[in-house]
C-alpha cells in the first residue's frame, strides 16, 4: 500500500517496482537448538556458575537446588531477576512442569497468584508449543492450543489465546489446507479456505529460511550441456542398479532431488557421489548418526578417502558433525559449505531448523539430495521436512525399486505398506517369542540376549540391541536396562549408577542421542566412548543426559542398525504401537530379529489401522508459495 501511494502522489516511478530486482542476499538461517558436541560443557571451561540469589530464590519457592545449573543454563545470570518479575518463567528450564511452575509461583506471589495470570497464560501458551515441537508440530490451530490451556485451569481459553497473539508471544500464520486430490478446493474450484495457525518465532523462521534456501537452489542451478552432460550420462549408465542410474540422472539435471527407498536403497546415493566425485566434483553424503556414516563409508569404499577431486577429506559425514564444522569440506569467506553437491541420508530424521542451518550453507548452483526412507519414524523434533517436501512436488523424485534382502527385508517392507505378513525364515532370521505377561516378556528378553542369539545366531550380547516402545512400564526401557545389567555387567553403580563396560546412551540435547559404553569416570566426570571416540560427561550432566542403553526406545535407535535385534512389545505397549513404530523397531536389524509378542492381535492391527500420526506444519504451503512465485525460466 505505501508503494502504491508512493506511486499515485508521484514521489516514486511505478517502473521501480517493476524493474529485474537485485540478487536478494544469503539470509542467514535462524539458529537451531544448540547441538553440543558430545560430551561439551553447558558453558566453556567447566560448570554452569551459579549465582547465590538464584539458589536462594529457587530455596523460597520451594524449589530443589539441583535446578539451579538448569535455571541458569535457560534463563541466564540475570535469572534472579527474571523469576522474580515473572515466576512462571520457570516452565522454560527443561524438565519443569506447569504444577511445579505453579506452586513456585505461589510461594513467591502469594494471594497475587491466580490462574488467569497474563504471565501464566502465556508462559504456558509457550511451553505448549515447546512440547508440540518435541512430538513434531511447528505450528497448533487456536483450538488444540486453547483446548490445553482449558486442561490447566485456563479460566478463558480462546481469549487467552488471542491475548498471547497480541503481546507477541505466539506468532499467528494463514494456512491454506489440502483437504483432497488435485483440484481440491471450495467452491467452483478455487483454492483451498484458510486456516489459522499459531507458532514460535524460531520455527517460523526455520520454515521459511529452509523454504527460501530450497527455493534458491533450485532457482540457482543450471544443468550442464554439451560434453558435461555427456559425461554425466557415461556415469548414470555405469551406475550399480537401474534405480542408482535414475537417480544420477536426475541429479544431473536439478539442483534439488528428493529420493526415497528402504535400507538397500542407501547404496543409491552413495553410487551417486561416487559417480559426482569421479568427474570431479566435490560431493560429499551426510548421514543421520555415526552408524549411519559408517555403513555409508562401506558403500563408497575407497571414495570414502581423501582422494577426492579436492582433496577434501572422507566423503562420508554425519549432519552434526558437517554442522559444527567437525566434519567435512569446511566453508568459504561466506559461510557455505566448499561442495559440489551434498547428498543428505536419513532425511525423514532431520527436524525443520537444523535442515534449515544446512541448506542456508549449500552454496547457489550447488546440487542438494534429500534421501530417506519415509516410512521410517520421523525428526525428533519439530518438522517434517522430507515428508513435506515430497508433497509439495516442487522438485524432481526418484523411488527407488531396490527391495531390501532376505526374511527381515521381506518383512518389513510388508509393514511399510500395512501388512503383517509371515515370512519363511530358514535361517532363523525372524523368531517370535510369545510371552504372557511382563515378567514373562523381561525373563525372556534376558534369556534372548545372552544366551539364545549367541549359542544360535552366532550374534554376542554387545551387538545385540533390545528395543521397546517407551521408557516406563512393567517391560520400558528402566526395567529392561536393570535386568540386562545384573545379568551381562553386575556391579554396585559406583559412578552415579554406572560401571565400566555399561552400555550407555548419552543424549546431550533433545532428540540428540549417542550410543557408547562407560570406560571410567573422576572428579572431570563420567568418560565414555562412542564408536571409538572419547566424551566425556561432566558430573552435573550425567544424571539428565545418560541412560543405560542395553534397551533403547525405537525413536533412539532410528538411523542405526545391529546384527541382532530384540523387539520386546509387553501388553502395556499397545497405546504407543502404531505402523511407523513397529516398521522402525523391526527394521533395526541386519542378519537376526526376535519379537518378544505379548500384545496379541494389536501388532497386525496397529501395523493395518494405525498410520504414523500427523503432524502440523507450514514448510509444504511454503514450499508451494516460492514455487509459485518464482520467475519462468526463459528457456
Not at 54 to 70: D, F, Q, S
Not at 293 to 311: I, K
Amino acid at each position: 500500500m505505501a508503494a502504491v501511494r508512493a506511486v499515485e502522489s508521484g514521489e516514486r516511478s511505478a517502473a521501480e517496482f517493476f524493474a529485474a530486482p537485485e540478487p536478494a542476499p544469503r539470509r542467514p538461517a535462524p539458529a537451531p537448538r544448540p547441538v553440543p558436541a558430545p560430551g561439551a560443557r553447558p558453558a566453556a571451561g567447566g560448570p554452569v556458575a551459579v549465582p547465590a540469589g538464584v539458589t536462594a530464590l529457587l530455596a523460597e519457592g520451594g524449589a530443589p537446588e539441583a535446578l539451579a545449573a538448569r535455571v541458569v543454563e535457560s534463563l541466564g545470570g540475570g535469572a534472579e531477576e527474571v523469576l522474580r518479575a515473572d515466576p512462571w518463567l520457570l516452565l522454560a528450564v527443561p524438565g519443569v512442569r506447569p504444577e511445579q511452575a505453579d506452586g513456585f509461583a505461589r510461594a513467591l506471589l502469594g494471594a497475587g497468584c491466580g490462574p488467569g495470570d497474563e504471565r501464566r497464560v502465556r508462559a504456558l501458551v509457550v511451553w505448549l508449543l515447546e512440547r508440540a515441537a518435541l512430538a513434531g508440530h511447528t505450528v497448533l490451530p487456536p483450538a488444540t492450543l486453547a483446548g490445553e490451556l482449558a486442561r490447566y485451569a485456563v479460566p478463558d481459553p480462546e481469549e487467552a489465546v488471542r491475548e498471547a497473539v497480541d503481546s507477541g508471544a505466539v506468532l499467528a500464520f494463514e494456512d491454506r489446507e489440502e483437504s483432497g486430490g488435485e483440484g481440491a478446493g471450495g467452491e467452483d474450484g478455487d483454492e483451498p479456505p484458510a486456516r489459522l495457525l499459531l507458532g514460535l518465532e524460531r520455527h517460523a523462521l526455520a520454515e521459511e529460511s529452509l523454504a527460501e534456501g530450497l527455493a534458491r537452489l533450485g532457482g540457482t542451478f543450471t544443468p550442464p550441456d554439451g560434453e558435461e552432460a555427456e559425461r554425466w550420462e557415461a556415469a548414470a549408465a555405469g551406475a550399480p542398479t537401474p534405480s542408482a542410474a535414475e537417480l544420477i540422472r536426475a541429479v544431473a539435471r536439478a539442483g534439488l532431488v528428493v529420493h526415497t527407498g528402504g535400507e538397500a536403497a542407501r547404496a543409491e546415493p552413495a553410487a551417486l557421489v561416487a559417480a559426482a566425485r569421479s568427474l570431479g566434483l566435490r560431493a560429499y553424503a551426510a548421514a543421520h548418526g555415526e552408524d549411519g556414516r559408517r555403513r555409508l563409508a562401506e558403500l563408497l569404499g575407497s571414495d570414502n578417502g581423501a582422494d577426492g577431486a579436492d582433496g577434501g577429506g572422507p566423503a562420508a559425514v554425519t549432519v552434526d558433525g558437517l554442522l559444527a564444522g567437525r566434519e567435512g569440506p569446511g566453508r568459504d569467506e561466506e559461510g557455505a559449505y566448499a561442495l559440489d553437491l551434498l547428498a543428505v541420508l536419513d532425511a525423514p530424521q532431520l527436524d525443520v531448523e537444523r535442515a534449515a542451518a544446512l541448506v542456508e550453507a549449500v552454496p547457489d548452483g550447488a546440487r542438494l539430495v534429500l534421501s530417506g526412507d519415509p516410512n521410517l519414524l520421523g525428526a525428533a523434533g519439530p518438522g517434517q521436512v522430507a515428508a513435506d517436501l515430497l508433497a509439495a512436488r516442487v522438485c524432481p523424485q526418484v523411488i527407488s525399486r531396490t527391495p531390501d534382502p532376505g526374511p527381515i527385508g521381506e518383512l518389513v517392507s510388508g509393514i511399510g505398506v500395512g501388512e503383517l505378513n509371515a515370512v519363511e525364515a530358514p535361517g532363523r532370521e525372524v523368531v517370535i517369542v510369545p510371552v504372557r505377561d511382563a515378567g514373562e516378556a523381561v525373563h525372556r528378553t534376558v534369556q534372548l540376549v545372552a544366551d539364545s542369539v549367541p549359542r544360535a545366531i552366532g550374534v554376542p550380547a554387545e551387538r545385540t540391541q533390545v528395543i521397546t516402545p517407551g521408557h516406563g512400564g512393567a517391560a520400558g526401557t528402566r526395567v529392561l536396562n536393570a535386568a540386562l545389567k545384573e545379568r551381562l555387567n553386575p556391579g554396585p553403580g559406583r559412578f552415579g549408577g554406572f560401571d565400566p563396560g555399561d552400555r550407555v546412551v548419552h543424549s546431550p540435547a533433545p532428540g540428540r542421542t549417542t550410543l557408547g559404553t562407560v570406560v571410567s569416570a573422576d572428579a572431570e566426570g563420567l568418560h565414555l566412548d562412542c564408536a571409538g571416540r572419547r566424551v566425556t560427561v561432566p558430573r552435573e550432566r550425567v544424571a539428565d543426559t545418560v541412560r543405560h542403553g542395553w534397551a533403547l526406545t525405537a525413536h533412539q535407535a532410528v538411523g542405526t542398525r545391529w546384527p541382532a535385534v530384540v523387539v520386546v512389545l509387553p501388553g502395556d505397549a499397545v497405546p504407543a504401537l502404531d505402523r511407523a513404530w513397529v516398521y522402525t523397531a523391526f527394521g533395526r536389524g541386519e542378519r537376526h530379529l526376535s519379537v518378544v509378542h505379548g500384545v496379541d492381535q494389536a501388532l497386525p492391527r496397529a501395523v493395518a489401522e494405525v498410520p504414523a500420526g500427523r503432524r502440523t506444519t507450514r514448510l509444504r504451503t511454503l514450499l508451494r508459495t516460492q514455487a509459485a512465485t518464482a520467475p519462468e525460466d526463459p528457456a
